[in-house]
């Protein structure tokens, strides 16, 4: 028996990615990142900015997400998200001008913590990329 | 009785507009293949979003402290209308369509002593609306702009509206678009999004549990402004599809109206002529007869 399920990827503009013998993602949920393997209990989560790792056999895939919600039933995994990018595909000149827009969001003074946190963490992230 | 010169001056013109109005169909076929295509792709995301909010809804279970974007903000006295069209004209009656559907409901609201507020997406339907309801827009955006429909353009409108609704200023929010069926047909549609009409609320079978992680009311709190955008962006994509199609269709009938004003034009043309050679021949013969 195979340990694979079924990963779909989209934002609003088209289905982004879609697999059927993924063995394990891990994404950047808000309380912290999660492992998925075959037969989780169902959930559903919402992203923070970070990485999600896509296992295939031996191949990693890792993707830059800025937010999303994921949804686990059945053993088919959605995850829905307004920006995400692949990390061998993105560009000095895209990350930098994501930092510089985290950072002008953070100047705002009536940010609610949970904004701040979020812009704080996509930053580290990209910083991280760089 | 038109000049032979007259009738040739008009026949010309004829033709070179039947030359234009065929070349915007060819763009417009061209356009709607594309819209079309990102149309489709776009179904997806706003499917599985409105999925998840309705498995997340029926786990709700205290109606009374859900998220306001979902259950109103319990009152019915300020409705907002946000009117999307096209930025450009000669698509048949797609913007007119559209502000029909959507000033039979303003005539609704308005006669049940509500108060009305106008948010137009598209400079057409401001142009068609300004007239009759110039004091209840508030609103005009128009994305001239940017060629293509995109995403950011959708969440501007959406967190506009959102911040709108979280400072009162209405209570019930109602978009107006076209949805695309087919070339020939798109139906004009209205469609509740502050509070979220939950459908398909008969299938309560299916309910699955899930496992959330937060808390239910704060996903929700998270994804509903996001359903409010991606709702728009639907509604912006179907438009854009629509308008193309119709577009395609109402040049179509003028091309082949322009055919059948040359065809007539011509036959009128050669008439006089054959009538001008005829008199003139007439002429002569009486002319020698005479002599």
Same mark, same amino acid.
């Given at each position: 028996?195979?340990?694979?399920?079924?990963?779909?990827?989209?934002?609003?503009?088209?289905?982004?990615?879609?697999?059927?013998?993924?063995?394990?993602?891990?994404?950047?949920?808000?309380? +912290?990142?999660?492992?998925?393997?075959?037969?989780?209990?169902?959930?559903?989560?919402?992203?923070?900015? +970070?990485?999600?790792?896509?296992?295939?056999?031996?191949?990693?895939?890792?993707?830059?997400?800025?937010? +999303?919600?994921?949804?686990?039933?059945?053993?088919?995994?959605?995850?829905?998200?307004?920006?995400?990018? $692949?990390?061998?595909?993105?560009?000095?000149? $895209?990350?930098?001008?994501?930092?510089?827009?985290?950072?002008?969001?953070?100047?705002?003074?009536?940010? $609610?913590?949970?904004?701040?946190?979020?812009?704080?963490?996509?930053? $580290?992230?990209?910083?991280?990329?760089? | 009785?038109?000049?032979?010169?007259?009738?040739?001056?008009?026949?010309?013109?004829?033709?070179?507009?039947?030359?234009?109005?065929?070349?915007?169909?060819?763009?417009? *076929?061209?356009?709607?293949?594309?819209?079309? =295509?990102?149309?489709?792709?776009?179904?997806?995301?706003?499917?599985?979003?409105?999925?998840?909010?309705? /498995?997340?809804?029926?786990?709700? !279970?205290?109606?009374?402290?859900?998220?306001?974007?979902? *259950?109103?903000?319990?009152?019915?006295?300020?409705?907002?209308?946000?009117?999307?069209?096209?930025?450009?004209?000669?698509? %048949?009656?797609?913007?007119? !369509?559209?502000?029909?559907?959507?000033? &039979?409901?303003?005539?609704?609201?308005? @006669?049940? %002593? #509500?108060?009305?507020?106008?948010?137009?997406?598209?400079?057409?339907?401001?142009?068609?609306?300004?007239?009759?309801?110039? =004091?209840?827009?508030?609103?005009?955006?128009?994305?001239?702009?940017?060629?293509?429909?995109?995403?950011? @353009?959708?969440?501007?409108?959406?967190?506009?509206?959102?911040?709108?609704?979280?400072?009162? =200023?209405?209570?019930?929010?109602?978009?107006?678009?076209?949805?695309?069926? !087919?070339?020939?047909?798109?139906?004009?549609?209205?469609?509740?999004?502050?509070?979220?009409?939950?459908?398909?609320?008969?299938?309560?079978? @299916?309910?699955?549990?899930?496992?959330?992680?937060?808390?239910?009311?704060?996903?929700?709190? /998270?994804?509903?402004?996001?359903?409010?955008?991606?709702?728009?962006?639907?509604?912006?994509?179907?438009?854009?599809?629509?308008?193309?199609?119709?577009?395609? &269709?109402?040049?179509?009938?003028?091309?082949? !109206?322009?055919?059948?004003?040359?065809?007539?034009?011509?036959?009128?043309? /050669?008439?006089?002529?054959?009538?001008?050679?005829? #008199? =003139?021949?007439?002429?002569?013969?009486?002319?020698?007869?005479?002599?």
């Amino acid at each position: 028996m195979s340990d694979s399920f079924n990963l779909e990827i989209v934002n609003p503009e088209k289905l982004f990615l879609s697999l059927d013998n993924v063995s394990e993602v891990v994404v950047p949920a808000f309380e +912290g990142d999660m492992g998925i393997l075959k037969d989780h209990i169902s959930i559903i989560s919402f992203l923070k900015p +970070g990485i999600v790792k896509v296992f295939t056999g031996n191949e990693v895939k890792e993707l830059f997400v800025e937010d +999303g919600i994921i949804e686990f039933s059945e053993n088919s995994l959605s995850i829905l998200t307004s920006r995400i990018i $692949d990390v061998k595909e993105i560009k000095k000149d $895209d990350l930098s001008s994501m930092i510089n827009e985290a950072n002008e969001a953070l100047k705002d003074e009536n940010l $609610d913590d949970q904004k701040r946190f979020l812009a704080n963490q996509k930053i $580290d992230v990209l910083n991280r990329l760089n | 009785m038109a000049s032979l010169d007259d009738l040739k001056k008009r026949i010309t013109s004829v033709k070179s507009t039947q030359k234009i109005t065929k070349a915007m169909k060819m763009v417009a *076929a061209a356009k709607l293949r594309k819209a079309q =295509e990102s149309a489709e792709k776009g179904r997806p995301y706003s499917d599985k979003m409105h999925n998840i909010i309705l /498995n997340l809804s029926k786990n709700i !279970n205290d109606k009374k402290n859900a998220p306001k974007l979902l *259950a109103g903000s319990g009152k019915d006295n300020v409705h907002l209308c946000v009117v999307m069209t096209s930025d450009r004209g000669l698509c %048949g009656g797609f913007n007119s !369509n559209i502000t029909k559907k959507a000033k &039979s409901y303003f005539k609704k609201i308005l @006669d049940s %002593g #509500k108060e009305l507020k106008i948010v137009t997406v598209g400079s057409k339907g401001f142009d068609q609306l300004k007239r009759a309801y110039r =004091e209840y827009i508030i609103e005009n955006i128009s994305f001239k702009e940017s060629k293509n429909v995109n995403y950011f @353009d959708a969440d501007k409108v959406g967190k506009m509206i959102i911040e709108k609704f979280e400072k009162g =200023e209405f209570d019930v929010c109602t978009i107006f678009f076209n949805k695309f069926k !087919n070339v020939i047909t798109q139906i004009p549609q209205e469609q509740q999004i502050i509070p979220l009409k939950s459908e398909k609320s008969g299938d309560e079978n @299916d309910v699955m549990n899930y496992e959330f992680e937060p808390e239910e009311d704060e996903i929700l709190n /998270n994804l509903l402004p996001k359903n409010i955008s991606t709702q728009i962006f639907k509604a912006m994509l179907e438009n854009s599809a629509s308008e193309q199609g119709s577009r395609m &269709s109402a040049m179509d009938n003028a091309t082949r !109206n322009a055919g059948e004003m040359v065809e007539k034009l011509t036959i009128e043309y /050669n008439r006089s002529r054959q009538a001008a050679i005829t #008199k =003139e021949l007439i002429e002569i013969i009486s002319g020698a007869e005479s002599l």
